[in-house]
């Protein structure tokens, strides 16, 4: 067996078509563009490239994008005080704080202070809270996690009832995956550092989400066969054979799971670009919100 591979690029493609659409709508209604606030604190390389790429992003969209930058030293005042500016900002419709913030900074104040109308990560406390709650809906998702479920929804695999392991609980991952899985009925496993057998857990897996961060942790017969694996990490490989000197590479070893898998994302062009393809989507919903639409 040789997996079908999810192409997570043309899925997102799709999606950003779709959002441009939606925009030129609304532009021709008379409102705004929808606007997406970018907050950058320090200098954090793949933070600044994730920030720019998100602005190219929204402008290939029709959207307006606006870049805030505070330095490293940043007091937690500074840093709330212009999260309060931008929540008051009638042409802001989305706020995203890039994450991780620097050490010494409250990441749960300064989440906790974005206006929730305006919370397009999905990270403040309410959207979280309501998330992990049955019955109660959020407004919006963590665009990385809703990303993984809209491609197992694409590719038309029912989750109800199905068996589920989540690899890794981060807050910005595997916990708001793991919800999600829940809110769709599937029965759901977390695994993490201190999990027992995780080739066994992982075996009885019909859907398989990686999010550690580990190079190739999970290896081909970890996998059930048939089942959709997600994989999510995105490492740096040394490689004397590439030009950069690496290879970027999954959580999963692809080569061996994909002849075992049904279907499988690629690293990179599987969950990535869905990431941006969501915060998009979540921006213009937010705009339908904020103007009553």
């Known amino acids: 067996m040789t997996a079908q ?8 493609a799709r999606l950003r078509e779709e959002v441009a659409a939606d925009v030129v709508k609304m532009v021709e209604a008379g409102l705004p563009k929808p606007g997406l606030a970018t907050v950058l604190v320090g200098d954090n390389p793949a933070s600044q490239t994730y920030v720019r790429s998100k602005g190219k992003a929204c402008e290939k969209a029709g959207m307006a994008s606006y870049g805030y930058s505070l330095p490293a030293d940043a007091t937690q005042a500074q840093v709330e005080t212009l999260v309060q500016e931008l929540n008051a900002d009638p042409k802001v419709n989305g706020i995203l704080v890039q994450l991780p913030l620097p050490a010494g900074l409250d990441e749960e104040r300064v989440l906790g202070a974005i206006s929730i109308e305006k919370d397009v990560d999905g990270f403040h406390p309410l959207n979280i809270g309501r998330l992990a709650q049955k019955g109660r809906e959020p407004l919006f998702v963590p665009c990385t996690p809703d990303g993984c479920i809209y491609l197992i929804d694409q590719i038309g695999y029912p989750l109800k009832g199905a068996n589920a392991v989540v690899l890794g609980r981060s807050n910005i991952v595997g916990m708001p995956v793991a919800l999600l899985l829940l809110k769709r009925d599937a029965t759901v496993t977390i695994c993490h550092s201190r999990s027992k057998d995780l080739p066994g857990i992982c075996r009885q897996a019909d859907v398989l989400i990686a999010a550690v ?81």
């Open 5 to 12: 591979i999810i192409d997570g690029t043309a899925i997102a």
């Open 213 to 293: 961060g580990r190079a190739e942790m999970v290896r081909g017969d970890w996998i059930k066969p048939g089942a959709v694996v997600i994989d999510v990490g995105i490492n740096h490989v040394d490689d004397a054979t590439r030009e950069k000197g690496y290879r970027l590479t999954g959580d999963v070893a692809y080569e061996e799971a994909k002849e075992v898998a049904g279907w499988i994302t690629p690293v990179p062009g599987g969950v990535g670009p869905m990431t941006i393809a969501k915060l998009l989507s979540n921006t213009v919903r937010a705009a339908k919100i904020q103007n009553k639409i």
